[in-house]
C-alpha cells in the first residue's frame, strides 16, 4: 500500500468516524433528578424530572423550596428547590453499562422552615470514593462534577450529615460517560515518563477552560459539560490574543466528545503585537488543593497556522517543559485545524497554585514565532486513601498528616517561635546591660542563627511542635526538590563536590537554596547520613552555611542549604569576570571563614574537623559576608569515607596538609594548614595547583612559602593590589599564613589565632598614616590573646547553650574591633 492508499484509508475512516461523531453520544445510563422538585424542569434541552423518592434507599426526607427568585445561571432553576437529608441516605441507581459515570452534584443553601442550609454539614461517598468530606456549602450555588468507573450493577450514593447537622441536595446528575473519554495512560509530569491506572480513578473536575472563547454552556457540549472562559486565569492578559477558526475533526485523535467544535475553533496565542521580543510565555495560574495527584489534559487545533511548519512551541506544567517543540501536523497526519490533545499526570504536591504555559519553540525558529492554547481540563485524581477531598495527607516524616493541620500547626509554630525571639532579644538586650551572664536555663530551645533561612526553616516544620522545634532541619518531600530544582536540571548545577552534585533551587516561596544530593548508598549509608545531619544540625552560626533541610526517601539523600548568593571565594580570585576583590574586603572574608572554622573546632565538645577546606568551600552572599559549606560531611562512617574523601583528595590536592598525609592522623591543625594555603591564594589570587606553569610554580604553597622564606611575598601577589596593602598588614598576613604552613600540626597557630591575627591585620590596614603601628610588641599582643581568649570562650559557651549565634557573634565582633582600634592608638600614641 503506498501513501497516497494510506492517506485515503485514513481519510476515510475519519470521514467515516466523523459521521459517527457527528450524531452525538447516547448515554445509557442517563438520570438527571431535581431534588425537592414536584415537576419536571427543563435546562439546556435535558429534563430534570421531578423528584419522587424512586432511588432513594430510604424515605421520609423533607422537600424544601424556596420562592428566593435564582437568576444568575441557565441551571438556576435546578436550585429552586432542595432535599433535605436528616440521617444518612442513599441513592442507588441500577447500571445498565458498567464503565465511567459522571457524577453531577448541585447545591444552592436557602432557608426552608427550620433549615438553614447554609449550616449543614456532610460528606459525600460514591461506590468506595469520598467525594465530599465535611462538605459546608455556604456561599452561593456550588456545582461539583466527578466521573468515576461504576464496576457493579448499581451505584450507590451516599450522604452522610455531621453530628447535629444534617444533609442537603438540589439537583443530581448520573450519566453515562462514553469509554473513549478517559483512557488508562498518561505521560507523568515530573520526572517525566508513563502513568497507568486512569481506569480505575475517580476524577473531580476541578477547571474546564476554553481558551480565547465564550463560555461553553452544557447545551453546546454533547457530554454536558460547561467550560468557562480563561481571562480570569491568565498571568497577563496583554500577552495573549484570542483567535477563532474552524476545528476539522479529522485524524487529530480528539472526537467531538472529547471537545466540542467551539473548544478547538477558539485559542488563546501570544499576543505579538504588544511585544518587541517575541519570546515569552502566555501563562494561565489556577487554584488546587494542595496534596493530590491531577489530571491535565490539553486540547490543541491549528487554527492560526496558513501552512504546515508554521508553528512550533513548547508547552509548561508549572516550570516543567511537558512538551517541546510540539508541532501539531506530527500527530495529526499533516492536517492543520485538526483537534489533538494530550492528557499529563502531575504528581502530588505542597503548592496550592498550578502554572500552564505555552511559549515558542527556542530551537526552531519560524517567520512568526507562536504557540497555542485551545482549551484545557485539570481533574484531581482520588488520592491513596480513595478520597477527593479534604482527607488530603501528604507523607511527612513517615507519618500521614493533614494539610490544613500542618497549615494550622505550622502557623502556630511560626507565632511561638516569633513570640520567643522577641522574648529573647528583649531579655538578650537586659541581660547585656546588666552583666549578667549566669542564667542558662530559660531558652527553650534552638533559634537558629542566620537570617532569611529562618522563614523557610520554619515553614517548612513538620507537623508537631515537637519536631518543629527539634534541632533537625525539616524533611521534604522529595517532590518538593525535584520541584525546586526542575527536576534536577544538569543546568541548574552550581558545584560537584564528592558528595554528589550540587543544585540550585527555588522552594514554593521563593526561598532559594542550594539543593545537594548525594549518590545513592546502601541501607546502612542513609542511617549514618541520618546521623550525619544531626550533627550538622546543631551546628548554626553566622559564619556556616546552614543546613535548612534534607530528604532520605527511598534511596535519596539530599541536603538542602541555604542559597549564597555571590557563590564561592575562589570564583571570586581568579577564573570568572567577577571584579577584583578590595584588600579589605579579602580580609574580611578571611575573618569570617576563619570566625566559621574557629566556631567547628571549638563549638561542641567534640571538635568537628572540617577535612576539606578550600576557596571553593568559602561561600559569599550578597553581603560579602563569608561562610564556610561543606563541613562534616566526612565525619562519621566508613561509607562516607568511601565516597568523600576519593574524590575529597583529588579536589583538594594542593591543601592537603602533608603531616596528615604522612601520618593518617586528623586534627583541627589539618584545617589550619588547608587555611593558610586559602590565604595564599587570596594574597595572590591563582590556583593552588596550577600545572600549566613552570614546574618550581605548580604548587602555591610552595611558591609562596619560597618567596616569604625571603621575606619578599609581594612578588607574587595579586597585581590588583599592588600598592593598595600597607605594608605593615601584608607582613602580618603574610607570617600568619607562613605559620599556618608549619610543617608540623604543633607548631601551626590554633584557629582562634589564626582569626585574631587577621583581624589585627585588618586593623592595621585600616589605622590612620599618623597611627602608625608598631606590632612587635609581642607582650601586648600575649595580652590581647587571652581577652580574645575570654571573648571567643562566651561566643562558645552561648552558642552551646542554643542562643542566636548571629547576635553572640556581633558580641565578638563589637569587642575585638574596639581592643584592636585601642591598641592602635595605644601604640600611635
Ligand atoms: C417528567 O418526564 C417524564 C419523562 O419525560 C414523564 O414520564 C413524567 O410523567 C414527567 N413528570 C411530570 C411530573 O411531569
Ligand atoms: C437557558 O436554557 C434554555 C434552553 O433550555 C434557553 O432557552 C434559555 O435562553 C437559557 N436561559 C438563559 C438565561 O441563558
Ligand atoms: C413550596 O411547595 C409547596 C407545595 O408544593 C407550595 O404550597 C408552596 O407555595 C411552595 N413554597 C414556595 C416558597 O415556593
Ligand atoms: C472500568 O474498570 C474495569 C476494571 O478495572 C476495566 O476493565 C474497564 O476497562 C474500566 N472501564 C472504563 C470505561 O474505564
Ligand atoms: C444561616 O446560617 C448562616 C451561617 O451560620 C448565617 O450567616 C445566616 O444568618 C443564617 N440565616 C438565617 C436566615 O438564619
Ligand atoms: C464563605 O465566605 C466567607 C466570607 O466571604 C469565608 O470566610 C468562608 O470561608 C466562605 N466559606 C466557604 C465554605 O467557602
Ligand atoms: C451553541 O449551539 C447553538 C446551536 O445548538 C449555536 O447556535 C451556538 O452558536 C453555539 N454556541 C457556541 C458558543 O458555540
Ligand atoms: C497592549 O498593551 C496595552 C497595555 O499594556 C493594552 O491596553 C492594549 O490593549 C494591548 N494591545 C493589544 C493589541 O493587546
Ligand atoms: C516559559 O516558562 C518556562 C517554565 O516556567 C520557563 O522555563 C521558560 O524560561 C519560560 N520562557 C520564557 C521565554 O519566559
Ligand atoms: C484511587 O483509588 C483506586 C481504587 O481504590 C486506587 O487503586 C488508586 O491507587 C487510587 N489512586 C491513587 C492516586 O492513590
Not at 169 to 177: G, K, Q, R
Not at 492 to 513: H, I, N, Q
Not at 615 to 622: K, P, T, Y
Not at 676 to 681: P, Q, Y
Amino acid at each position: 500500500m503506498g501513501v497516497g492508499e494510506l492517506k485515503l484509508l485514513f481519510w476515510t475512516l475519519s470521514m467515516l468516524s466523523s459521521v459517527l461523531f457527528s450524531m452525538g453520544f447516547v448515554p445509557k445510563d442517563n438520570y438527571l433528578i431535581d431534588c425537592g422538585s414536584p415537576i419536571n424542569t427543563t435546562v439546556s434541552n435535558r429534563v430534570f424530572l421531578a423528584d419522587n423518592s424512586q432511588y432513594l434507599k430510604t424515605q421520609g426526607d423533607i422537600l424544601a423550596n424556596t420562592s428566593n427568585s435564582i437568576t444568575s445561571t441557565n441551571a438556576s432553576r435546578l436550585y429552586q428547590t432542595a432535599r433535605i437529608f436528616e440521617g444518612t441516605t442513599s441513592y442507588s441507581f441500577p447500571i445498565s453499562l458498567q464503565g465511567r459515570h459522571w457524577i453531577r452534584l448541585y447545591f444552592l443553601p436557602f432557608q426552608y422552615q427550620n433549615y438553614n442550609m447554609s449550616t449543614a454539614m456532610f460528606s459525600v461517598t460514591a461506590q468506595n470514593f469520598v467525594l465530599l468530606s465535611t462538605f459546608q456549602p455556604q456561599n452561593g450555588s456550588v456545582f461539583k462534577e466527578y466521573s468515576l468507573n461504576v464496576t457493579s450493577d448499581n451505584l450507590v450514593l451516599t450522604f452522610t450529615p455531621a453530628v447535629n447537622s444534617f444533609a442537603f441536595l438540589n439537583a443530581l446528575e448520573v450519566v453515562s460517560v462514553p469509554d473513549t473519554l478517559i483512557t488508562d495512560g498518561a505521560q507523568t509530569v515530573n520526572p517525566s515518563g508513563s502513568f497507568q491506572g486512569l481506569l480505575g480513578e475517580a476524577l473531580e473536575t476541578v477547571w474546564r477552560v476554553n481558551m480565547g472563547g465564550p463560555m461553553v454552556s452544557a447545551l453546546n457540549d454533547t457530554l454536558g459539560r460547561t467550560w468557562v472562559t480563561d481571562g480570569n486565569f491568565l498571568l497577563n492578559q496583554n500577552l495573549a490574543h484570542a483567535v477563532t477558526g474552524t476545528a476539522n475533526y479529522v485524524n487529530g485523535g480528539a472526537t467531538s466528545d472529547i471537545a466540542p467544535p467551539s473548544v478547538y475553533g477558539t485559542a488563546e496565542e501570544m499576543n505579538s503585537v504588544n511585544s518587541t521580543n517575541p519570546n515569552f510565555n502566555v501563562t494561565w495560574k489556577f487554584n488546587v488543593d494542595a496534596g493530590f495527584q491531577y489530571l491535565i489534559r490539553f486540547h490543541f487545533c491549528d487554527i492560526v497556522s496558513k501552512s504546515l511548519n508554521m508553528l512550533y512551541f513548547n508547552v509548561f506544567v508549572n516550570s516543567w517543559v511537558v512538551a517541546q517543540d510540539l508541532d501539531l501536523s506530527d500527530n495529526t497526519f499533516g492536517n492543520l485545524a485538526a483537534p489533538y490533545y494530550m492528557d499529563f499526570v502531575l504528581g502530588s504536591s505542597i503548592s496550592t497554585v498550578l502554572y500552564v504555559s505555552v511559549g515558542p519553540s527556542t530551537t526552531i525558529t519560524t517567520v512568526t514565532p507562536n504557540a497555542i492554547l485551545n482549551g484545557l481540563e485539570v481533574m484531581k485524581m482520588n488520592n491513596s486513601e480513595g478520597s477527593l477531598d479534604g482527607e488530603a495527607y501528604i507523607s511527612l516524616n513517615g507519618s500521614k498528616t493533614k494539610v490544613g493541620l500542618i497549615v494550622g500547626l505550622v502557623a502556630g509554630v511560626f507565632a511561638v517561635l516569633l513570640s520567643v525571639a522577641i522574648l529573647f532579644l528583649i531579655l538578650h538586650r537586659r541581660r547585656r546591660l546588666t552583666h549578667d551572664h549566669h542564667s542558662k536555663s530559660w531558652v527553650p530551645f534552638s533559634l537558629n542563627g542566620g537570617g532569611n533561612t529562618h522563614s523557610s526553616v520554619s515553614k517548612f516544620s513538620k507537623g508537631t511542635i515537637t519536631s518543629a522545634t527539634s534541632e533537625l532541619g525539616f524533611r521534604f518531600p522529595f517532590v518538593a526538590l525535584q520541584e525546586a530544582t526542575n527536576n534536577f536540571d544538569e543546568s541548574w548545577v552550581v558545584g560537584v563536590g564528592g558528595f554528589g552534585k550540587v543544585y540550585k533551587g527555588v522552594l514554593k516561596d521563593g526561598t532559594k537554596v542550594a539543593v545537594k544530593r548525594g549518590n545513592p548508598l546502601s541501607q546502612q549509608g542513609l542511617a549514618e547520613f541520618r546521623t550525619e545531619i544531626e550533627l550538622l544540625s546543631q551546628f548554626r552560626h553566622r559564619h556556616l552555611v546552614s543546613l535548612i533541610g534534607y530528604c532520605d526517601e527511598g534511596k535519596e539523600m539530599i541536603l538542602v542549604y541555604e542559597y549564597m548568593e555571590n557563590g564561592t571565594l575562589k570564583n571570586h580570585l581568579y577564573g570568572s569576570n567577577l571584579p577584583s576583590l578590595s584588600w579589605k574586603q579579602r580580609l574580611e572574608i578571611c575573618i569570617g571563614s576563619a570566625k566559621g572554622l574557629h566556631y567547628l573546632h571549638t563549638g561542641s565538645a567534640k571538635a568537628i574537623i572540617h577535612r576539606d577546606v578550600k576557596s571553593a568551600n568559602i561561600l559569599v552572599d550578597e553581603n560579602l559576608m563569608a561562610k564556610v559549606a561543606d563541613f562534616g560531611l566526612s565525619k562519621t562512617g566508613p561509607d562516607f569515607d568511601k565516597t568523600h574523601v576519593s574524590t575529597a583528595v583529588k579536589g583538594s590536592f594542593g591543601y592537603l596538609d602533608p603531616e596528615y598525609f604522612r601520618r593518617q592522623q586528623l586534627t583541627e591543625k589539618s584545617d589550619v594548614y588547608s587555611f593558610g594555603v586559602v590565604l595564599f591564594e587570596v594574597f595572590c589570587a591563582r590556583p593552588v595547583i596550577d600545572p600549566s606553569l613552570p614546574r618550581e610554580m605548580v604548587n602555591l604553597a610552595e611558591w609562596a612559602m619560597h618567596w616569604q622564606k625571603k621575606g619578599q611575598l609581594e612578588q607574587i601577589m595579586d597585581p590588583n593590589l599592588a600598592g593598595k596593602i600597607r605594608p605593615d598588614s601584608l607582613r602580618k598576613f603574610a607570617e600568619t599564613a607562613e605559620k599556618c604552613l608549619a610543617e608540623y600540626g604543633v607548631d601551626r597557630p590554633t584557629m582562634g589565632d589564626v582569626l585574631w591575627n587577621l583581624e589585627y591585620t585588618l586593623q592595621l590596614q585600616e589605622a590612620d598614616a599618623q597611627n602608625e603601628a608598631d606590632d612587635n610588641s609581642t607582650n601586648q599582643i600575649g595580652e590581647l590573646s587571652s581577652m580574645v581568649n575570654l571573648i571567643s570562650n562566651e561566643e562558645t559557651s552561648l552558642t552551646v547553650e542554643h542562643l542566636d549565634s548571629s547576635q553572640v557573634d556581633d558580641i565578638s565582633g563589637v569587642s575585638m574591633s574596639k581592643v584592636f582600634s585601642q591598641l592602635v592608638k595605644a601604640e600611635g600614641r
